[in-house]
T-cell receptor
Framework: ETGVTQTPRHLVMGMTNKKSLKCEQH?????MYWYKQSAKKPLELMFV???????ENNSVPSRFSPECPNSSHLFLHLHTLQPEDSALYLC???????????FGQGTRLTVV | AQKITQTQPGMFVQEKEAVTLDCTYD???????LFWYKQPSSGEMIFLIY??????QNATEGRYSLNFQKARKSANLVISASQLGDSAMYFC?????????????FGAGTQVVVTP
C-alpha cells in the first residue's frame, strides 16, 4: 500500500461543476499539504493542515475549499473553477520537523 | 522573493555519465533542511535525498549525492552513472526552522533527459 494516495488521478470538469479531490496517507504523519503545480511555474503551496487544523492558507481563492476530517484524510472541494485552475494538484504529508514530505501521485485537473 | 533558485531549465546527459544539477537557496535561518525530489512524467514527487544545515558531511543515497556548500548557499545534486530511468524533472526544496508548519519551498525545477 503506497504511503500517500490521491484520487482521482485525472479529472475534467466544467466551470459550473462541483467536485472533490481526495488524499489519504498511511504514514502516521501529523501534517498534510495541498500544492498546485501549473505549467512552467514552481510548486505553489495552497493549504497546510497540522493535527487536522488548518494552519495556513496562501491566499487561495474561495472556490477551493479544503477539509481535513482526521489525520489520515484530506480533501479539496472545488466549485465554479476557472480554466486557469487547470493544473496538477499534489497532496503531501510529513511529520512536523525536518523530515521529508511524501507526495501522492497527484490529480491532473482540466477545467473546460 | 524566490528562495530556491535552479538556473538550468533543461539538461541532456548520456547514459552512464554523471550530471550535476544546480541549486542555490536564500534563508536567514541558521537551521534548515534541503531536499531533492524527482518528478517523472507520471506526476508523483519522489524524495531522493536530504541535507541538514548542521550536517558536516555531504549526504549520499546510492547514486545520488548532494554537494553542500553552506557559505555559498548551494546544494547541488550529483547523479552518477545516469540511467534512462533518470529522465525526469528534478526539484530542489528547502524547509526553514522558523516555519512552524514545516512547509517545503520549491525551485522551478530542471528537466533531465538521459540519452542512450
Amino acid at each position: 500500500e503506497t504511503g500517500v494516495t490521491q484520487t482521482p488521478r485525472h479529472l475534467v470538469m466544467g466551470m459550473t461543476n462541483k467536485k472533490s479531490l481526495k488524499c489519504e496517507q498511511h504514514l502516521g504523519h501529523n501534517a498534510m499539504y495541498w500544492y498546485k503545480q501549473s505549467a512552467k511555474k514552481p510548486l505553489e503551496l495552497m493549504f497546510v493542515y497540522s493535527l487536522e487544523e488548518r494552519v495556513e492558507n496562501n491566499s487561495v481563492p474561495s472556490r477551493f475549499s479544503p477539509e481535513c476530517p482526521n489525520s489520515s484524510h484530506l480533501f479539496l472541494h472545488l466549485h465554479t473553477l476557472q480554466p486557469e485552475d487547470s493544473a496538477l494538484y499534489l497532496c503531501a504529508s510529513s511529520q512536523e520537523g525536518y523530515t521529508e514530505a511524501f507526495f501522492g501521485q497527484g490529480t491532473r485537473l482540466t477545467v473546460v | 522573493a524566490q528562495k530556491i533558485t535552479q538556473t538550468q531549465p533543461g539538461m541532456f546527459v548520456q547514459e552512464k555519465e554523471a550530471v550535476t544539477l544546480d541549486c542555490t537557496y536564500d534563508t536567514s535561518d541558521q537551521s534548515y533542511g534541503l531536499f531533492w525530489y524527482k518528478q517523472p512524467s507520471s506526476g508523483e514527487m519522489i524524495f531522493l535525498i536530504y541535507q541538514g544545515s548542521y550536517d558536516e558531511q555531504n549526504a549520499t543515497e546510492g547514486r545520488y549525492s548532494l554537494n553542500f556548500q553552506k557559505a555559498r548557499k548551494s546544494a547541488n545534486l550529483v547523479i552518477s552513472a545516469s540511467q534512462l530511468g533518470d529522465s525526469a524533472m528534478y526539484f530542489c526544496a528547502m524547509r526553514e526552522r522558523s516555519d512552524s508548519w514545516g512547509k517545503l519551498q520549491f525551485g522551478a525545477g530542471t528537466q533531465v533527459v538521459v540519452t542512450p
